[in-house]
Nanobody
Framework: QVQLVESGGGLVQAGGSLRLSCATS????????MGWFRQAPGKEREFVAG????????SYGGAVKGRFTISRDNSKNTVYLQMNTLKPDDTAVYYC????????????????WGQGTQVTVSS
């Protein structure tokens, strides 16, 4: 089993930045592909960003490409999502996900999920 705990969400004005963190436990972090998803009220869950378990490849959803950056620190068992130039449309609950030896691509079937952290962007 893998436990995931997100943090770093909050309220920010449009144009601002936030950095989300996802701390993992229960499995060797370096063997995990990590992903970030989000879900806004009344909308389906959306892929935001993902990173291959080796850490050399990342992918992004079209709505955030160029503004968000996923990174990982294997020494801290943590994955991050740096979010810049935030827009009101970025308002959602953000979820961290993990998959052993996964690709980090949008269609990867992630096995483990965190509880989510709320991000609210005011206009």
């Amino acid at each position: 089993q893998v436990q995931l705990v997100e943090s770093g969400g909050g309220l920010v004005q449009a144009g601002g930045s936030l950095r989300l963190s996802c701390a993992t436990s229960g499995r060797t972090f370096s063997s995990l592909a990590m992903g970030w998803f989000r879900q806004a009220p009344g909308k389906e869950r959306e892929f935001v960003a993902g990173m291959h378990w080796i850490g050399d490849k990342s992918s992004y959803g079209g709505a955030v490409k160029g503004r968000f950056t996923i990174s990982r620190d294997n020494s801290k068992n943590t994955v991050y999502l740096q979010m810049n130039t935030l827009k009101p449309d970025d308002t959602a609950v953000y979820y961290c996900a993990a998959k052993p030896y996964g690709s980090g691509l949008p269609d990867a079937l992630y096995d483990y999920w965190g509880q989510g952290t709320q991000v609210t962007v005011s206009s």
